[in-house]
């Protein structure tokens, strides 16, 4: 069993907020509330918004355009998920990288006050600039605001020695280094984000968030996925 985290980055992909019913999933979002709120840690969240759309995936828009379009659809997400957050009781601040009337623009000092009198920070519209995954967001404002661990929330359950949807005797890896991650080019994690958080000595830890309780576990020590560090 590790040392349990004290401060987390919690990347959660937009498709964690949809469901059969929709992009914005009522019940999608009170389960993320529902499995965040109760952490005996600080946690802030960058969202990504491919419930709506994933920029890089809409070639029938340029693609400055589509990437635009992809920060304003984190931005509903994060709207949404602090509406959810109040509905259990957990208040939650709302920092967008892009301009939006009534949200407050990225401010650290502000995020790390926030997660000191144990409030939700959710960073929201990726970097504000095209080219740029909500990954790489993730690993920027984790090293910010000095988090202990980047928690990737994946569709899988870490990483694999293959791709898993075309070789079913993939074999999953417990334990990778940075080095090891970025040689192999691992696709289930931005290589750009993997360079910032080997640069701050950022572990990474990518695990399903179909699991049941991961960030629980996570937040006890228990591995729940694949561990990525030094």
Known sequence: MRRSPSRILLK?????????????????FARVAGEIAPLPLQTAIVVGGGNILRGARAPWLDRVEADSV?????????MVLRT??????????????????????????DAVTALSRDEIVIFAGGTGSPFVSTDTAAAIRAAAIHADLVAKASNVPGVYDRNPADHSDAQLITELTYEEFLQNRYGVMDQVAVEICREHGLPIEVFSWDRPGALADLASGIQIGTRITH
Do not use: D, Y
């Open 70 to 78: 992809g920060m304003l659809a984190t931005v509903l997400n994060a």
């Open 12 to 28: 959660l992909s937009g498709e964690a907020f949809k469901s059969s019913n929709g992009a914005l999933s009522p019940e999608s």
């Open 84 to 109: 959810a957050f109040e509905a259990v009781g957990k208040a939650a601040l709302v920092q967008s990288a892009v301009h939006v009337e009534g949200l407050a623009p990225i401010s650290i000092r």
